[in-house]
């Protein structure tokens, strides 16, 4: 018998027949314990399982008052703590839905600082279809945020990382049960989100640079200075592929690749925009001489 009242701050009034109940949990229940507990229904007999998401005393469950009215809280003469409003029991309730029976589990938890979902928001975990689960083949389970911890009765773990801290999840007897956990989380709803999101449109296509491979061996840029011959091109060391290209671009030095030969490298240099400017600056015509300067006065004309 713990302790409840009607959460009516977090209730929608779309949706009337959802009633939240707020239960005050003993402290010393880690996150992760997976709690049945009998509701405080008109009938006394439904209960309801789900696991404490955080830490904390408080938790929020929401539950179907088509199934069953609400008994009044304790010593409330039918009135909530604090004038909140408690659905009257009546025997005229509607019955439960097919496949329903007396001791069915039927509420989930929500964090106690969660907001009550509105239209189009994600739904709980439990009622996320196998589409909306996070896979990731980097995971041995996988599932992205699933881990296995052990062998026992629990072996599945939920991890995810804030603010850099790890926190853990709970443990959970399936990686099904682990991952809608986490796809709950906001860590797996912006995932979610991410995955399912269109592609960008696509870049406008750039013009082609000249192919090196159509490059005449005069068009590639020589260099005395050059210990491999050519500009840009640099020996790396002695492997398949000893020779690299190297420009620098607003002050920094970009690599654009290792090849076999030196005149190979020194063709992907040539399509570069560096290699083509220096390749016109070379093939510009000279420019034309200056006017003959007027002679100065030989300094034999000058007079006293």
């Known amino acids: 018998d713990l302790?409840?009242?009607?959460?009516?701050?977090?209730?929608?009034?779309?949706?009337?027949?959802?009633?939240?109940?707020?239960?005050?949990?003993?402290?010393?229940?880690?996150?992760?314990?997976?709690?049945?507990l009998p509701m405080p229904c008109a009938c006394s007999e439904h209960t309801s399982r789900f696991t404490k998401i955080k830490a904390?005393?408080?938790?929020?469950?929401?539950?179907?008052?088509?199934?069953?009215?609400?008994?009044?809280?304790?010593?409330?003469?039918?009135?909530?703590?604090?004038?909140?409003?408690?659905?009257e029991a009546t025997?005229?309730?509607?019955p439960p839905p097919a496949g329903l029976f007396k001791g069915a589990e039927l509420a989930v938890a929500e964090p106690a600082d969660a907001t009550a979902p509105g239209p189009g928001e994600p739904q709980l975990n439990s009622e996320l279809s196998s589409s909306e689960l996070i896979r990731s083949e980097r995971s041995s389970t996988g599932?992205?945020?699933?881990?296995?911890?052990?062998?026992?009765?629990?072996?599945?773990?939920?991890?995810?990382?804030?603010?850099?801290?790890?926190?853990?999840?709970?443990?959970?007897?399936?990686?099904?049960?682990?991952?809608?956990?986490?796809?709950?989380?906001?860590?797996?709803?912006?995932?979610?989100?991410?995955?399912d999101a269109p592609p960008p449109p696509p870049q406008p296509p750039q013009p082609p640079l000249p192919s090196n491979s159509e490059l005449s061996s005069s068009?590639?840029?020589?260099?005395?200075?050059?210990?491999?011959?050519?500009?840009?091109v640099y020996k790396v060391s002695s492997g398949a592929t000893p020779f690299g290209v190297q420009v620098y671009r607003k002050g920094i030095s970009v690599i654009l690749g290792r090849y076999?030969?030196?005149?190979?490298?020194?063709?992907?240099?040539?399509?570069?925009?560096?290699?083509?400017?220096?390749?016109?600056?070379?093939?510009?015509?000279?420019p034309p001489p200056q006017p003959p300067q007027p002679p100065l006065p030989s300094n034999s004309e000058l007079s006293s």
């Open 3 to 36: 302790p409840w009242e009607r959460a009516c701050d977090r209730e929608d009034a779309n949706a009337p027949q959802i009633a939240k109940l707020r239960l005050t949990l003993p402290a010393d229940y880690p996150a992760g314990t997976v709690l049945k």
């Open 56 to 87: 904390g005393t408080s938790v929020v469950i929401k539950w179907d008052l088509g199934i069953c009215g609400l008994a009044a809280p304790p010593g409330a003469d039918g009135a909530a703590a604090g004038g909140a409003e408690v659905a």
């Open 91 to 94: 025997e005229a309730a509607p």
């Open 143 to 195: 599932f992205k945020g699933v881990y296995k911890v052990s062998s026992g009765a629990t072996p599945f773990g939920v991890q995810v990382y804030r603010k850099g801290i790890s926190v853990i999840l709970g443990r959970y007897a399936t990686a099904e049960e682990a991952a809608r956990v986490y796809a709950a989380t906001p860590e797996g709803i912006a995932d979610l989100a991410a995955r």
């Open 219 to 232: 068009e590639l840029i020589r260099s005395e200075r050059s210990s491999t011959g050519f500009k840009g």
């Open 260 to 286: 076999a030969t030196a005149e190979e490298a020194a063709r992907v240099y040539a399509a570069t925009p560096e290699g083509i400017a220096d390749l016109a600056a070379r093939d510009a015509p000279p």
